[in-house]
């Protein structure tokens, strides 16, 4: 088992999915974060989406701020990862 995976992190999941709106979510997630921490998911959401939809790295990058091993690894992550980023982009799509 990865280290990430753990009760701690199952008891978050199960949180996260009891949220039942966006303002919900909002409120509990600026809860948990800082600001910052908020603002790089965002980025990298943005990140997954725009290489879902075919942007190029340097456009990535330029767009969202991130550095160019954070935009490499979203990448990575939508092709080789667990499939949660193509489990909502399909879902949202």
Known sequence: ???WDN???A???RAVLSLKNASE???FFRDLLTEGELLEMGRRWKAARMLHDGA???T???ETGLS???VARISKWLKEGT???RVVLKRLS
């Open 1 to 3: 088992m990865a280290e």
């Open 7 to 9: 009760q701690e992190t």
């Open 11 to 13: 008891d978050l999941m």
């Open 25 to 27: 979510a909002k409120r």
């Open 56 to 58: 190029s790295y340097a």
């Open 60 to 62: 990535v990058e330029a």
């Open 68 to 70: 160019s091993a954070t």
């Open 83 to 85: 499939g949660g980023y």
